[in-house]
């Protein structure tokens, strides 16, 4: 039964809708918002560390944004609290081409003697990280980012000069639609116990309006639920949304199928529920970014979430695993 009262509510967006956001455009279409009295304007971004701060400052009252943009924000001395670990992985991935780099990119190791070009700080540090635990930090060139953004890295990768790229899953696929050769992926999240995106609000909002963080999460969990089990719908919607996303639709929809079967689950979300923080996973984020120029100040991963607000009761977020279960596909090589 839908609320006799509406709750008018704004959702920053970490970037401008695409695949990964489908989800949520699908729980307003669907009316899952609705059904929770809540009037959801979303509102497009400008990355992770501008949504998560402007949560953090109270400027929207919910935001997405990846795990290491809330520890950075909140080492400039801001609170943001994140409510929901949306994706239990990192969506960060190392791709190359196989006729340049001669072989199938299928583990870390591969990577020595090669050289590594990221397009962003906060996935190089991942990929630093990577590395070293792989033992090969000293073998492998990874290149800093300075001004290698996505479009010029992936021009590196085209012509050659380097041997990899870093940036997020699907970057490699996209490049096989565009130029006819194959790319494989080695998502970091498959070796990185760390989170990717969090759905995030100020501390002093969820004390003030418990039930109105509570709403949001419910009805956010719906539209995973319902996308994940319907991709084709959500990306339906998506497109909707944006009409200029229709000729790359296969990309957008990839996008969403990898985050919902290859990102999503984590051990503890499958027995306790959909959006369910794991405190290690936080602290191993907090210890990878510590000592980097990522962070301006004293961090404390334990801080930055709570678990308080998921409704383990509710017949979606508790029951979570199970109503996906037959949705989903095997995890693609």
Known sequence: MTPDTTTTVDFQLNWEPNGFQAPYFLARDRGFYDDEGLDVRFVEGHGSPFAAEQAARGRAEFALAGASAVLSVQSRGL????????????????????????????EPAQLAGRTVAPSATKTRILTAQLLADAGIAEAVDLLGVDDHTHHRVQHKLLDGRVDAAVGVVTNGYELEREHDRTADELPIGDHLGVYGMTIVTDPEFASA???????FLRATARGWAAATTDPGAAIDVLVERNATLERNRPVEQRKFETAATDLQFTDRTRAEGWGVHEGERWRTLGRTLAETDLLEGEIDPDAVWTNEFIDADDEVIGNYAERVAESETEPRA
Do not use: C, Q, W
């Not at 670990?85 to 299928?106: C, H, M, N, W």
């Open 79 to 106: 609170d943001p609290l994140a409510v929901a670990a949306v994706t239990g992985k990192t969506p960060a991935a190392i791709y190359t081409l196989r006729d340049e780099f001669g072989e199938a990119l299928t």
């Open 209 to 215: 309006k418990p039930e109105t963080v509570r709403s």
